[in-house]
């Protein structure tokens, strides 16, 4: 049967009906261990009481109003990020792409309102991925996701990460910003150097550059501090957050200093949705839990027994993985089969990873899990590599029966 839906995904033929905590639960009568997390938005694991709670109050109260009134709700929020961030302001957004489109537009704005119209350009970095609308695709520099769209957007220079000359040679009178992922989601869990990330402040700070953190998947918690950017010692003036703000519920936000956000006046730009009652709510408990004291350090202690696990299972089958890379509950390996087929033979032992570029699986936990289910994941891990490597024994034995 044909789907009516656009045929832009790939999709696993399995269906969930619901879950909780970590755990999903199958039409197909099964049970998985979730470390896809929805693409690192259920932060906090599925059916959350608290949120739950949080959202059906709002529900019931008021869903939308419109950013032509005050929306007590979000102001809250708002405060609550710039007092755990080096932000002053907050753009709220329905997802990423949005954010980073805010980001850049900010970034530009910056400049023109200094009298630097000429300045729009922004740096970025090979294997980034900053969304789908036309500016971030063209942001991201990927031809898959270029080709075929039409002119690409004007004013986005590409260079490899931790390539410092490179970055030199490309800043020029018409740079604006730089634009980075602290650690590169899709692009395969791979880490930015601190060290160049300190040359990047100190880039932007020299040629009076805005530096742009896309900490979309970064943040939120993910990486054992609630952004990124504070386990690297280099704060940005801009920066775009979304998946793990809403623990599930469609949201993002663009967070920049009151002087970034110098040309971003009143009418400059908008959003209908963004900053909803209902999302404001639901943002406001995930803050609630995350922002509890210890929990952070939690999540550091679990991503680091995670780690050790993920190097175990590394040991035991050098035939599959060659690396563990990552930081916190965002871990990555790189595998030496297809990462599609690790997928695979993970999902055959109902445990849910998803794959990134470089030839890698990404695990990406809630911040809720705990040691037991770590230890319950590697056991299936494990065991989806013992399957892999009985294959591959098998298709290596000349003869051997197909
Ligand atoms: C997911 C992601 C985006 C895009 O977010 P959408 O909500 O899909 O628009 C942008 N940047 C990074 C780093 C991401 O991980």
Excluded at 264 to 273: I, L, P, Q
Excluded at 303 to 318: S, Y
Excluded at 339 to 362: E, H, M, P, S, W
């Amino acid at each position: 049967m044909t789907s009516p839906l656009l045929p832009v995904f790939a999709r696993a033929e399995l269906s969930f009906e619901k879950g909780e905590g970590p755990w999903l639960y199958g039409r197909d009568g099964q049970r998985y261990l979730d470390f896809g997390a929805g693409i690192a938005v259920n932060a906090l694991g599925h059916a959350h009481p608290h949120l739950v709670e949080a959202l059906t109050q709002q529900a019931s109260k008021l869903w939308h109003s419109s950013n032509l009134f005050q929306i007590p709700e979000g102001e809250r929020l708002a405060q609550r990020l710039v007092e755990n961030t080096f932000a002053d302001v907050v753009f709220f957004t329905n997802s990423g792409a949005e954010a980073n489109e805010a980001a850049i537009k900010m970034a530009r704005k910056y400049h023109h309102a200094k009298g630097h119209p000429e300045r729009f350009r922004i740096v970025t970095f090979e294997g980034a991925f900053h969304g789908r609308t036309l500016a971030t695709i063209a942001a991201g520099g990927q031809a898959k996701y270029i080709e075929g769209f039409g002119p690409k957007v004007e004013g986005f220079d590409q260079v490899p990460v931790n390539d410092l000359e490179a970055l030199k040679a490309i800043i020029g009178p018409e740079t604006a910003a730089l634009m980075i992922e602290p650690i590169q989601g899709e692009g395969g869990v791979r880490s930015v150097d601190n060290a160049f990330l300190k040359e990047l402040r100190a880039l932007c700070d020299q040629h009076g550059l805005m530096l742009i953190f896309d900490e979309i998947q970064t943040g939120v918690g993910r990486t054992g501090k609630l952004f990124a950017y504070e386990r690297t010692g280099v704060t940005p003036d801009i920066m775009a957050v979304a998946k793990g703000i809403g623990g599930g519920f469609p949201m993002g936000a663009c967070l920049a200093t009151r002087e970034a956000a110098i040309g971003m006046t009143a009418g400059s730009h908008g959003t209908t949705f963004g900053g909803n009652p209902l999302a404001m709510a639901v943002g406001n408990a995930v803050l609630d839990v995350i922002l509890e004291p210890g929990f952070l350090k939690e999540v550091e202690r679990k991503g680091l027994l995670l780690k050790q696990r993920l190097a175990e299972l590394k040991d035991r089958h050098p035939s599959i993985i060659v690396e563990v890379r990552g930081a916190g509950l965002m871990m990555g390996l790189r595998t030496l089969v297809p990462n599609t087929d690790f997928v695979t033979a993970a999902r055959n032992q109902k445990i849910i990873l998803i794959g990134a570029g470089d030839n890698v699986v990404r695990l990406l936990p809630p911040l809720i899990i705990s040691d037991e289910d770590i230890a319950e994941a590697f056991n299936r891990l494990d065991a989806a590599c013992a399957a892999m490597e009985a294959e591959l024994s098998t298709k290596a034995q000349p003869g051997a029966a197909q």
